[in-house]
């Protein structure tokens, strides 16, 4: 028999042991989790969705309005040089290009392009001279969202006249 000091030599010699390959656990989320990350997503962007596309329809009403004071004051220089508004024939193309008989009419006109007659919707804007609400001057109005007369919120009609100006 060997001695007991060679054993124990013997086992600080060993080489040591080699290890089966473990199974490594990967980091990586399941089909659960990743499927209520995107409901909850889903959900989120709903709420945030119906909240945006309302601000949108409320931009679209204050773009109106300011275009409204812009054509309003385009129409009174128009009044400065020609000493009358434009007729409701002439409409506010008056304020693009020079209708018949004008004594002063700037070159490019009053306003830069047509656009600037169309509201956020792509509708020309309405325009009477004298005006129904304004008799001593005009009405410019565009007619909302749905291109039609009445109507609230949004599809309702946008003046010069309306009250809502003084809340701006």
Excluded: C
């Amino acid at each position: 028999m060997k001695p007991a000091s060679f054993k124990r030599r013997l086992l600080k010699r060993r080489l040591p042991k080699r290890r089966l390959p473990e199974r490594r656990r990967q980091s990586a989320f399941t089909l659960i989790e990743i499927m209520a990350v995107v409901i909850i997503m889903g959900l989120l962007m709903g709420i945030v969705g119906v909240t945006v596309f309302g601000r949108v329809d409320e931009a679209r009403v204050a773009t109106t309005r300011i275009q409204i004071k812009q054509v309003e004051n385009a129409l009174e220089f128009y009044r400065m040089d020609n000493s009358r508004y434009p007729s409701t024939e002439e409409g506010l193309r008056a304020l693009v290009e020079a209708p018949p008989n004008v004594r002063n009419y700037p070159a490019g006109g009053y306003l830069k392009s047509r656009d600037g007659l169309l509201d956020p919707w792509d509708n020309e804007f309405e325009y009477v001279s004298p005006g129904q609400h304004n008799p001593h001057t005009f009405d410019v109005w565009s007619n909302g969202a749905d291109g039609q007369p009445g109507g609230t919120d949004q599809n309702g009609e946008i003046g010069n006249w309306s009250s809502d100006d003084a809340e701006q």
